[in-house]
């Protein structure tokens, strides 16, 4: 029963449609659990992104995430952070979530800064697009 479940869940995992929307919005953030050094992006525009069609999420998200992970091993010398990106549709609701994330590490309760905030401006560091079809031959695409 258990494995009819799991095949179940498998099947309509890989039958999700995926589109490609002219553009999305997307901003990234890195931190360490060694240091107090916090990286945001400006929020940015990248073309032809690939979402789900049933819950708009950005497909390849780790991608993503790795782009802005390796920029900072290799540019700024600050390997093994943690990355996170947050992309929507609508550039109001990533601007919502850009200061609402910001304020979490820019307002502290003693007054004080607790973080060494760090922004990267888009002439150092801009996403690149991905592409389902460099990565997969029969990606379940709706045009």
Known sequence: MLVAVMALGMSIQTSAKK???PKMYIFGFAASFNDTIVH???IQEIDS????????FLQMREMYSYQLRDFLASKKQMPRRT????????KKKVEKKFLKFKKLYT?????????DLRYLEDEEFHFKTIDLRDYFS?????Q
Do not use: C, G, L, M
Request: proline share 0%.
């Open 19 to 21: 589109v490609q929307v």
């Open 49 to 56: 992104a690939w979402i789900e069609k049933k819950d708009k």
């Open 83 to 90: 990355v996170v990106v947050f992309a929507n549709k609508s």
């Open 107 to 115: 307002q502290s309760k003693h007054q004080h800064q607790q973080y």
């Open 40 to 42: 945001f992006t400006n």
């Open 138 to 142: 029969d990606v379940n695409v709706e």
